[in-house]
């Protein structure tokens, strides 16, 4: 058995899970409760929730780590789609201390009853949560599923993302960023973006290259905050498939 195969089996069983849960769900709390945050271009969300219209919410995977902490999701529900490998498990089970619900995506399998539920989730209200790189990647690269749901509901795409001043930036396929307590810290919401309820396939892919360059544009404007430069910064971005 490989080492990773090994791993993933302490991680999946309960006592390992639990205590990896109440590390993240620990470890998280500090950095935020400890870092002085600031938060940019809130407006436009908090007036569509007092409206009583939910919106779907996106942020690339790197930048899960403080995303769920960048509102107050006990007052507004909240669903997130997450993946079923292990450390997504942990993320998720870390989450729902937030308030947050989860519905779970296979990776190998078709998400067809998950995706109904989401839309029903959001035809009850809810804020839908959307990594567009997960769950393994590329990096920064759009897969469809995002832009598709939201046509299917009709609902505007929010970027989310934040940044920090002292931070790890992981060697992962996700590029994770890590924040350290007692910091300084920015949520930044991006401009709300409508799509077609019926597009082609040239114009789902226009609407995903939009979508990319408005997130990324997101992350670098939040690091510049900082002073951080992206790696990713001068790197080209192949058009997506569909």
């Known amino acids: ?131 567009p790189d997960g769950p393994m990647g590329p990096h920064m690269v759009m897969k469809p599923g995002t832009v598709e749901l939201a046509a299917i509901c009709g609902a505007k795409i929010v970027p989310l993302t934040f940044s920090v001043k002292r931070r790890f930036v992981l060697k992962t396929w996700d590029r994770f960023v890590l924040p350290l307590p007692f910091n300084r810290g920015v949520f930044v919401m991006g401009p709300a973006q409508s799509v077609p309820r019926k597009m082609s396939p040239d114009e789902l892919l226009d609407q995903m290259e939009r979508l990319r360059a408005t997130m990324s544009r997101l992350d670098e404007a939040a690091d510049a905050h900082f002073g951080h430069v992206q790696s990713t910064q001068n790197q080209t971005h192949p058009r997506p498939k569909v």
């Not at 009583?52 to 507004?76: E, F, K, N, Q």
């Not at 995506?105 to 009850?124: C, D, H, I, Q, Y």
């Open 1 to 131: 058995m490989r080492l990773r195969q090994r791993l993933n089996r302490i991680v999946q069983s309960g006592p390992a899970h639990r205590l990896l849960v109440w590390i993240s769900s620990s470890y998280l709390t500090l950095v935020y409760r400890t870092t002085q945050w600031n938060s940019l271009g809130f407006e436009e969300f908090a007036q569509s929730l007092k409206d009583g219209t939910p919106l779907i919410l996106v942020t690339w995977h790197g930048r899960l780590s403080m995303v769920p902490y960048a509102w107050d999701w006990r007052a507004w529900q909240f669903t997130v789609l997450g993946f079923d490998h292990p450390a997504a498990k942990v993320m998720g089970d870390t989450v729902r201390k937030l308030g947050i619900h989860l519905l779970p995506l296979s990776r190998k399998g078709p998400n067809t009853g998950v995706l109904r539920r989401a839309v029903k989730a959001f035809r009850a209200g809810h804020c839908i949560g959307v990594t």
